[in-house]
């Protein structure tokens, strides 16, 4: 069974650009969350989505949105990129929607760098 | 929100020896603690997690004891083996309402051979 498959692994961005992440989940998981890895805060919740709907968010800016497809594909999108952005990006998925007790499954994180 | 505290922020130990690292939180309706593992360059990985209505768990080299009247859980690690270097996060939450998960700032374990 495949894990959770993130892409790029790698970008390096200029400030004041966009990017977007794309994760696709475990086959058959429809919940989709997104975090914040740096070495200064740790892990932070971004927002998860289930069954295209966002079902909670974390508290960062509105320059970060996210949504999710009909397959469960999920994106994020960091627009007007600033240096603090710089980080490990990781999506997780889960069978249920995330209030359920239940493992998440880790992809592998996408490393932004902005200059 | 949740607060969520970690001890050790580092542990260094010798192959062979036992690691404790302790996870206290705030909310007392949270239910479901979970640690997970996370080696360099990968993402964090579920290696063993206990319900608010069982104490103890054991996998092989891995427990997690739960203490919900202190609000505190531990990872326990025995007989440690370097390839049990990694950071080890904790992430306890409530099922059910609003989820906002809070992990905490993590445990850099390290096993020298």
């Known amino acids: 069974k495949a894990g959770v498959t993130q892409t790029p692994r790698y970008l390096i961005k200029t400030r004041g650009q966009q990017v977007t992440l794309s994760c696709s989940p475990i086959?058959?998981?429809?919940?989709v969350s997104w975090y914040q890895q740096t070495p200064g805060q740790g892990l932070q919740f971004l927002f998860e989505y289930f069954s295209e709907t966002q079902r909670n968010k974390g508290n960062f800016p509105g320059r970060f949105s996210g949504r999710q497809f009909s397959n469960s594909r999920s994106e994020m999108n960091v627009s007007t990129l600033e240096l603090g952005d710089s980080a490990l990006y990781l999506c997780a998925s889960s069978l249920g929607p995330a209030q359920a007790p239940g493992e998440l499954f880790f992809g592998e994180g996408s490393r932004l760098t902005v200059l | 929100g949740e607060n969520v505290e970690q001890h050790p922020s580092t542990l260094s130990v010798q192959e062979g020896d036992s690691a404790v690292i302790k996870c206290t939180y705030s909310d007392s309706a949270s239910n479901y603690f979970p640690w997970y593992k996370q080696e360099l360059g990968k993402g964090p990985q579920l290696i063993i997690d206990?319900?608010?209505?069982?104490g103890e768990k054991k996998d092989q080299r891995i427990a997690v004891t739960l203490n919900k009247t202190a609000k505190h859980f531990s990872l326990h690690i025995t007989e440690t083996q370097p390839e049990d270097s990694a950071v080890y996060f904790c992430?306890?939450?409530?099922?059910?309402?609003?989820?906002?998960?809070?992990f905490g700032r993590g445990t850099s374990l390290i096993v020298h051979p």
């Open positions: 992430a306890p939450r409530e099922s059910g309402g609003s989820y906002i998960p809070t």
């Open positions: 206990i319900r608010s209505n069982v």
């Open positions: 086959s058959g998981h429809r919940s």
